[in-house]
């Protein structure tokens, strides 16, 4: 059964500084997603993730996944009130179009 | 694309009611999924089907809750009768392999308070 976490589960940063959200799964998936939920609301596709080595950028924010560790993180860069949310990583097993979600980091970015 | 539809988007009940839930997932899509989030839980998914056919059931808590697809452009999720700890939001999803990966996109979710 692949299981997903997410830490740290509740972050609080002041504007500008940088952080990094990791998520770790448990059996091989070759496809990671990231997913933003403001709150209140429904949840927004932020990246998908196909490959080891895979990165990809959107302003501020930074996924990258490695395979081999089952590790994928988000970095935040200079963070800014707006990002403040919710960020969920999910991965896919191999077959079938299941989506396993981590629980979930509360992201609160301080003035 | 108007996204993924559901309805209502708030529902408050009684306890015994029935309630059903509605979702029209985005045209072309062939995967349609039901999830539920609490606070307690968290996102938790409930059923899901591919080409219209349920695939994956496991998550739905009880006999009290069914989900149907009788085409490819409509699901219900029901409920009945409906207890207090069924309060959540619940969001439907659509997705369809393109591009090598299978991305769902979610509706906003009908958040359902039951008394």
């Known amino acids: 059964e692949l299981k997903v976490e997410q830490n740290p589960l509740f972050l609080s940063m002041q504007e500008g500084k940088n952080y990094t959200i990791y998520c770790n799964y448990s059996?091989?998936?070759?496809?990671l997603y990231w997913y933003r939920q403001d709150p209140g609301k429904s949840l927004e596709s932020l990246f998908v993730?196909?490959?080891?080595?895979a990165v990809k950028q959107e302003g501020r924010l930074m996924a990258s996944l490695d395979t081999k560790a089952r590790l994928s993180t988000l970095h935040i860069t200079a963070a800014v009130h707006d990002l403040s949310a919710t960020y969920f990583c999910?991965?896919?097993?191999?077959?079938?179009?299941?989506?396993?979600f981590g629980e979930g980091t509360q992201l609160t970015v301080n003035p | 694309d108007a996204g993924v539809i559901q309805s209502p988007r708030h529902e408050v009940t009684e306890m015994g009611q029935e309630v059903t839930l509605r979702c029209k997932p985005i045209?072309?899509?062939?995967?349609l999924f039901w999830y539920r989030q609490t606070m307690m839980r968290g996102l938790e998914l409930l059923i899901y089907?591919?080409?219209?056919?349920?695939?994956?059931d496991s998550g739905m808590p009880e006999d009290r809750f069914s989900a149907k697809m009788p085409n490819a452009s409509f699901s219900t999720l029901k409920i009945q009768p409906s207890e207090p700890r069924d309060s959540a939001v619940y969001f439907c999803?659509?997705?369809?392999?393109?591009?090598?990966?299978?991305?769902?996109?979610f509706g906003p979710g009908t958040r359902l308070l039951v008394l």
């Open positions: 999803a659509s997705s369809h392999l393109a591009g090598g990966h299978e991305t769902q996109y």
């Open positions: 059996t091989t998936s070759d496809r």
């Open positions: 993730l196909l490959s080891n080595g």
């Open positions: 999910a991965a896919q097993e191999t077959s079938g179009s299941r989506l396993t």
């Open positions: 045209s072309g899509h062939n995967s």
């Open positions: 089907f591919n080409n219209n056919v349920p695939i994956d």
